[in-house]
């Protein structure tokens, strides 16, 4: 996502919220095979032009893509599978496109649907320990920093 989609969808999103006032955004972005802070510095503009927006925008990068989070809890995973992953050799912020491996891991269906499957079964616990870029999105959006 470039800065300037995300700025439109906080916008939007912040005008037609319904209910309670958020209390921050966090936009989250793959840092594919750039360095993610390099990546997060590119949406320093927007949070300048995002100033009028009465709560803290907090952008934050997944490296590569955050189906490589999924990899931290090889457990979990191998459990959604029903079997092996394979010989992973790193930790999830080193595995090079992610989303590939794991659409050969599924036989090729990949959705957002299986994605909140596998995420209800993988512990965030596990993934935190393994993923620094996990850890700091979990931070954004528990603390807000």
Known sequence: ???????????GAWWERIGDP???VVVLIDADAADPS?????????????????????????KWHLE???????????????RSLGKIGTGPDG???PKYRLRDLL????????AEEIG??????AIRGASPSFA???????NGS
């Open 22 to 24: 958020f209390e921050k």
């Open 95 to 97: 595995i090079e496109r």
């Open 136 to 142: 700091k999105f979990e931070r954004a959006v528990l």
């Open 107 to 114: 036989g090729g269906v990949y959705t957002a649907s299986v």
């Open 68 to 82: 490589a989070w999924f990899f931290g809890d090889a457990d979990g995973l191998r459990r959604y599978l029903g």
């Open 120 to 125: 209800a079964v993988v512990s965030a616990t």
């Open 38 to 62: 390099d990546k997060e510095a590119e949406f320093n503009p927007m949070l300048i032009q995002l100033a009028s927006i009465p709560v803290p925008v907090i952008v934050t990068a997944a």
């Open 1 to 11: 996502m470039s800065a300037a989609v995300a700025r439109k969808v906080v916008i």
